[in-house]
């Protein structure tokens, strides 16, 4: 039997409850289709801030590189809301380990069965054979990366922060791979959401997408929507999307929306 390394990070809050019945998961499934597991648990965010002293410590960093695959449960709480925003767990946290190990796509299913319906705020009818989607956001770029980032003092006694969206072709092409190797598994279509008609980095987005599609994917449906109308979209016909692929701050608002449509947060896992 094969056997799997993975990093296992409860992290604070329900993460370590879903973590013990996560691992049961695996381990069933390793039971299954022929692999062992092998972990080693470490902290990370508020535990880790409170054994440690920040919220992505070395050793949890050298635990991480040396696994094949990291299982993270949840940062954060009412506990650390008083520190620096720099410190705070999901900052310190989410962040840097995304960086450290170039998780540069999320892939995040919005699967909801038809038996299930009724766990959602749509209408029924909307939905009668339930819900099937997958967005993939990218994951180090954007506006959460990019620099200069920083709060300021004017002349003038008022405060101004700034936070930059940057995007490269490099980066954008390597995601766009990702949308078209899962829309190849699924039904073939992609929709690219960005804001073209305002941000420099979405005429970018759009320009370098469908240069990328027409040269290594012509067979895949690609189309364009705006974010607002894809936000506005995903709740009123979820299913008219198959693959939904965007930027990292769009993304993380679209597959949380997609999320509480499937009927909690909290149901829906996803990978880096």
Same mark, same amino acid.
């Given at each position: 039997?094969? #056997?799997?390394?993975?990093?296992?990070?409860?992290?604070?809050?329900?993460?370590?409850?879903v973590?013990?019945?996560?691992?049961?998961?695996?381990?069933?499934?390793?039971?299954?289709?022929?692999f062992?597991?092998?972990?080693?648990?470490?902290? &990370?965010?508020?535990?880790?801030?409170?054994?440690?002293?920040?919220?992505?410590?070395?050793?949890?960093?050298?635990?991480?590189?040396?696994?094949?695959?990291i299982?993270?449960?949840?940062?954060?709480?009412?506990?650390?809301?008083?520190?620096?925003?720099?410190?705070?767990?999901?900052?310190?946290?989410?962040?840097? &380990?995304?960086?450290?190990?170039?998780?540069?796509?999320?892939?995040?299913?919005?699967?909801?069965?038809?038996?299930?319906?009724d766990?959602?705020?749509?209408?029924?009818?909307?939905?009668?054979?339930?819900?099937?989607?997958?967005?993939?956001?990218?994951?180090?770029?954007?506006?959460?990366?990019?620099q200069?980032?920083?709060?300021?003092?004017?002349?003038?006694?008022?405060?101004?922060?700034?936070?930059?969206?940057?995007?490269? #072709?490099?980066?954008?092409e390597?995601?766009?791979?990702?949308? &078209?190797?899962?829309?190849?598994?699924?039904?073939?279509?992609?929709?690219?959401?960005?804001?073209?008609? +305002?941000?420099?980095?979405? $005429?970018?987005?759009?320009? +370098?997408?469908?240069?990328?599609?027409k040269?290594?994917?012509?067979?895949?449906?690609?189309?364009?929507?705006? $974010?607002?109308?894809?936000?506005?979209?995903?709740?009123?016909?979820?299913?008219?999307?198959? +693959?939904?692929? #965007?930027?990292?701050?769009?993304?993380?608002?679209?597959?949380?929306?997609?999320? +509480?449509?499937?009927?909690?947060?909290?149901?829906?896992?996803?990978?880096?």
């Amino acid at each position: 039997m094969k #056997t799997l390394k993975f990093a296992v990070l409860p992290g604070d809050g329900i993460g370590p409850e879903v973590m013990d019945v996560a691992l049961d998961v695996i381990k069933a499934a390793g039971e299954k289709f022929g692999f062992e597991l092998e972990y080693q648990q470490a902290d &990370i965010g508020g535990i880790a801030i409170d054994n440690h002293g920040v919220a992505f410590p070395d050793p949890t960093r050298e635990i991480c590189a040396k696994s094949d695959a990291i299982l993270f449960g949840s940062v954060g709480g009412p506990k650390w809301e008083n520190l620096p925003p720099k410190e705070q767990p999901e900052r310190a946290a989410l962040l840097p &380990i995304r960086k450290a190990f170039s998780l540069y796509a999320n892939v995040r299913p919005g699967l909801l069965y038809s038996e299930l319906t009724d766990a959602s705020p749509l209408k029924q009818e909307r939905i009668p054979n339930g819900i099937d989607i997958v967005c993939i956001r990218e994951l180090t770029g954007g506006i959460y990366f990019g620099q200069p980032k920083m709060t300021t003092t004017l002349e003038n006694g008022e405060e101004e922060a700034i936070d930059t969206m940057v995007y490269k #072709t490099s980066e954008i092409e390597r995601i766009a791979k990702v949308a &078209i190797d899962t829309a190849r598994a699924r039904g073939g279509r992609v929709c690219s959401v960005d804001k073209a008609n +305002v941000l420099e980095t979405s $005429v970018l987005w759009r320009k +370098v997408v469908t240069a990328y599609f027409k040269q290594n994917a012509p067979e895949i449906e690609l189309s364009h929507m705006y $974010v607002d109308n894809a936000a506005m979209q995903l709740a009123r016909d979820p299913n008219q999307f198959d +693959v939904l692929f #965007t930027e990292n701050m769009f993304g993380d608002i679209l597959s949380d929306e997609m999320g +509480v449509i499937c009927g909690s947060l909290g149901m829906l896992a996803s990978a880096s």
